[in-house]
Every structure is written in structure tokens, then in C-alpha cells.
């Protein structure tokens, strides 16, 4: 197993990693939109947020050897289901390879975003 760290990612706001290579694939954690240069949440609508989030994840999966193109499936989280359509428009811009997708609502994340997507991708 391995540890993947990027700069060019948010550091961990927790005691976990930014990903884990393991038997050919990459599990990421959950990237929220900071802005890795800055350290803070710039962006304040769900189009904003969802495109640092896919930067973010892109990073990540690059400093793994992987990249979004190899994505297998997504956990995405919302604060608001009613961002659900605004949300996709961004992402599928990012995920063009249509990876198996799970997406639930939930009451609050991390720094109050309005968006998390963690990442399962073959190296």
C-alpha cells in the first residue's frame, strides 16, 4: 500500500490521507473545494466549488499515476440536492469517461461547502 501526497492538493484537514494505492487502483479521499495555493474555500457557488473539487481530485490521481479518465466509480455529496443539475453540468466535464456514480444529500460538510467527491481509479 501507498500513501499518495500532492501539493497541489488541499492537505488533509484530518488524520487521513489525500489518497491510498492499493492492488492496481487509487482510493481518494473526499476533496472539498479549497484552493491548495491559497488554503481556503474561494469559490461560493456549487459551479465554482465543483470545478476546485475536480482540480483538486485531478491532483490527486495525477501524483497517484492515474487520472480522471481512469476513474471506475465517484461518492459524491451535496449540501443541497437542489444543486444536483448545476453540479452535473460541471462534472461531466471532468468525467467524460461517465464512471459508476453514487450521489446522496447531506446535512452539512466540511467548512460548510457545498460539495465532496471522493474518487475509486485504476493506476
Do not use: W
Not at 73 to 97: H, I, P, Q, R
Request: net charge negative; glycine share 8%.
Amino acid at each position: 500500500m501507498e500513501t499518495i501526497y500532492t501539493k497541489n492538493a488541499p492537505d488533509a484537514i484530518g488524520p487521513y490521507s489525500q489518497a491510498k494505492v492499493v492492488g492496481g487502483l487509487v482510493f481518494t479521499s473526499g476533496q472539498i473545494a479549497i484552493n491548495p495555493a491559497s488554503g481556503n474555500v474561494e469559490a461560493t457557488d456549487i459551479e465554482g466549488q465543483t470545478h476546485q473539487v475536480c482540480k483538486n481530485l485531478a491532483a490527486v490521481l495525477e501524483a497517484a499515476g492515474s487520472s480522471m479518465e481512469k476513474a471506475v466509480k465517484t461518492v459524491c455529496f451535496l449540501a443541497d440536492m437542489g444543486d444536483f443539475a448545476a453540479f452535473n453540468s460541471v462534472y461531466g466535464e471532468y468525467f467524460v469517461s461517465k464512471p459508476a456514480r453514487s450521489c446522496v444529500a447531506v446535512k452539512t460538510l466540511p467548512k460548510n461547502v457545498l460539495v465532496e467527491v471522493e474518487v475509486i481509479a485504476e493506476v
